[in-house]
């Protein structure tokens, strides 16, 4: 978050960050099961490889930087224009 944004702007990108952190996992699981065949490999799975859950993990990395990127970017964009209203 920017310095430069207000307490209530930081609770709302919290807010929404949170959000949209919680369906983006979801949706990694989800499309992972689908094109896999089988759940998510996590590090204290015994059955998974090195290369599965490193690739996950990855997966994982981006889709939450991308996703508290894209809260940030648009909470900022939304307290904006409610402030110049």
Known sequence: ???DQSI???LATLVVSFGAGWLAHRAVKAIWQKATGKPPSMIDDDDATLVS??????????TAALT????GRGTAKVTRR????
């Open 1 to 3: 978050m920017a310095d």
């Open 8 to 10: 209530p702007e930081k």
């Open 82 to 85: 409610i402030q110049h209203h």
């Open 53 to 62: 859950v490193v690739t996950f993990a990855a997966v994982s990395g981006a």
């Open 68 to 71: 508290r990127y894209a809260a």
